[in-house]
């Protein structure tokens, strides 16, 4: 699960005019405009999967080898939150993945 980070963002439908040699942040959609955004975190001390869905406030964290082996929920407005909590639960750092920031 080491090797396992991921992220996919999908900005739903939502048109945007991109000018020639201008900086233009992307604009993304919201949940009801089909848009989400999820990243897949793992941890370099132990063999967990976790995924953050950023427009639902949560996420979601297993630990196969852990005494909690069950999927557990965790609700954050912020991924470095979601990551803080799921320290204080299973005692690991949940630090390797790709980041999104808004």
């Known amino acids: 699960m080491k090797y396992a980070q991921n992220a996919r963002v999908y900005g739903g439908n939502r048109p945007q005019s991109v000018p ?15 848009a989400y955004e999820v990243s897949m ?7 967990i999967l976790a995924l953050y869905f950023t427009l639902g406030g949560f996420g979601a964290l297993v630990a196969p ?3 909690e082996s069950r999927l557990i ?4 407005s912020t991924q470095e939150e ?4 799921a320290q ?15």
């Open 20 to 34: 020639s040699g201008h900086w233009t942040p992307a604009q993304f959609g919201t949940a009801a405009e089909g």
């Open 41 to 47: 975190f793992g941890s370099a001390d132990a063999p």
């Open 65 to 67: 080898l852990h005494a």
């Open 73 to 76: 929920t965790i609700r954050s």
């Open 82 to 85: 979601f990551r803080r909590r």
């Open 88 to 102: 204080v639960i299973f005692g690991v750092q949940v630090d390797l993945g790709i980041t999104y920031s808004s």
